[in-house]
């Protein structure tokens, strides 16, 4: 079969661009810890008082390990506000109770859909102390702009 030179140049410009897509796909992924947020489960977003949902907060599972159970609804996170030491590795479930939110952690890779009714997965190891502003980047009606949280990473004193 005849190929036409222009036409067998842009095949293999074409198959270099996906090696170089996929190459960047996988180092964001295992160089730079970039995860997409899994989905978890399901709860039922009109009730979430069987849930580990009824008391959004956080909880020390060990040393260095925590969760924290974050909830969504127009316009605020609840808890607004989440304290935990550096170091310690988050591991951060979260679901909505009424429309589509979006939990964007800034200056980290945090970044995940708020769905009503899923509840979403996603950990981060936060080793910089210091205030993370939190915002939502889904537009979830007037109060959008003001759907803001953070997190704070205290300083692990020395002994
Ligand atoms: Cu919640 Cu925008």
């Known amino acids: 079969m005849h190929v036409h030179r222009y036409e067998q140049a842009w095949f293999y410009f074409t198959l270099g661009l996906l090696i170089v897509f996929f190459s960047a796909v996988m180092t964001a992924a295992l160089a730079f810890g970039v995860n997409v947020p899994s ?12 849930t580990d949902f009824a008391e959004p907060g956080v ?4 040393d260095t390990v925590y969760e924290a159970y974050v909830v969504g609804r127009m316009w605020q996170w609840d808890p607004a506000e989440i304290r935990i030491p550096a170091g ?15 939990f964007k952690v800034m200056g980290t890779s945090l970044n995940i859909m708020v769905v009503p009714g899923q ?41």
Do not use: W
Request: net charge negative.
């Open 39 to 50: 989905p978890q489960g399901v709860v039922n977003p009109n009730d979430l008082s069987t």
């Open 119 to 159: 509840v979403s997965l996603a950990t981060h190891t936060f080793d910089e102390p210091g205030e993370y502003l939190v915002i939502c980047h889904e537009y979830c009606g007037i109060g959008h702009p003001q759907m803001s949280a953070k997190i704070i990473v205290e300083p692990v004193q020395e002994p």
């Open 59 to 62: 909880r020390q599972l060990s």
């Open 88 to 102: 310690a590795h988050l591991k951060l479930y979260i679901t909505s109770s009424d429309v589509q939110h979006g």
